[in-house]
């Protein structure tokens, strides 16, 4: 767990967290607690810091935290899912992100270490006049942070799709599905959670357009619009993925069709043979060698009679 003591004058002051019971924000800035996979303690020291509600810290205690929003008087909890990417294998996973926001302090609670933290700590050690001591411009600048993430993995699953076009899977036979469906489960499950997400701006909006102070409703009313975007353009790639599907499908069943036709066919010119076969091996042991040559004439002959039929069917009933 990290602390950082924020104002637009010095900029992000790392606090060492021992101290921070004892840390008392000057005015104006506000305090940043940044606490990455946090043990019990430390979310019981963030609930005091907070004066979170007993049954606040309880939700929190909990891995998995559901989608929540609750807006008091003096506080806001926003409990948002956003995807990470870990590994060189790219490995795709939807994390709660928690943000707290309360007078003189923010407090985000992660299970994943984003790429983007970093980069947005440096913004505020380099700009931090942008942030204008207030919370909300925090948040801001965090969720415009997280939407261009967002935005870079929906850009990659696009990129993915030319290899699963629907006149690309109809000329190729030997596309695997595997690595399309993965996509398309992860893009389903990313919708859910952003149309969750969306619900967040509504109520951060009414917030802070109370507030005459602060310089946050604008740029926040943008975001709601980035994210209402982003929305669209995960729901514009999961259709294009169900047209995908669908030729697929079409594909699939065309080549059931085929092989069930050409297991007919098989099976109707190999019948009248297997047939003539098994009645010559139980009829062969017993004749006499006179007899052998006629049989043996018949046997051809309704062997070729049997293909010849064979042929005849399969052409009759030939797809």
């Not at 993430?149 to 929906?154: K, L, N, P, R, T």
């Not at 109370?210 to 982003?230: D, H, T, V």
């Not at 043996?296 to 009679?305: G, Q, R």
């Amino acid at each position: 767990m990290q602390v950082f003591s924020f104002n637009s004058k010095s900029g992000l002051l790392s606090i060492s967290a021992k101290e921070l019971e004892r840390a008392a924000q000057k005015k104006p800035g506000f305090l940043w607690i940044d606490a990455e996979n946090p043990a019990a303690d430390d979310l019981r020291l963030i609930s005091k810091k907070a004066n979170l509600l007993p049954e606040t810290l309880e939700v929190l205690l909990e891995r998995n935290h559901p989608p929540i929003i609750e807006t008091q008087e003096k506080l806001d909890i926003f409990v948002m899912h956003i995807p990470s990417i870990s590994g060189s294998q790219q490995t795709y996973s939807i994390k709660p992100f928690i943000f707290i926001i309360a007078q003189g302090l923010i407090i985000t609670i992660r299970y994943h270490n984003y790429s983007w933290i970093p980069a947005l700590k440096n913004s505020l050690e380099k700009n931090p006049k942008d942030i204008a001591d207030d919370p909300y411009m925090f948040f801001y600048r965090a969720v415009r942070r997280i939407i261009k993430e967002i935005q870079s993995i929906v850009n990659g699953w696009e990129a993915a799709m030319p290899d699963f076009a629907p006149d690309v899977i109809t000329e190729i036979e030997n596309i695997s599905l595997v690595r399309f469906m993965k996509i398309k489960a992860a893009a389903e499950e990313l919708y859910g959670y952003l149309v969750d997400a969306s619900e967040v701006f509504d109520a951060i909006s009414s917030k802070t357009n109370g507030k005459a102070k602060s310089g946050a409703a604008a740029p926040l009313k943008n975001c709601a619009y980035l994210w209402e975007s982003l929305i669209e353009q995960t729901t514009h790639l999961i259709r294009n993925m169900e047209s995908s599907l669908d030729a697929f499908r079409a594909v699939t069943m065309s080549r059931q069709r085929r092989s069930i036709h050409l297991l007919g066919k098989t099976a109707i010119i190999a019948l009248p043979i297997l047939i003539t076969l098994s009645i010559a091996g139980l009829l062969l042991p017993r004749l006499e060698a006179t007899e052998l040559t006629t049989i043996v004439f018949y046997i051809l002959l309704a062997l070729v009679a049997g293909t010849a039929i064979g042929v005849g069917l399969s052409a009759i009933f030939k797809e």
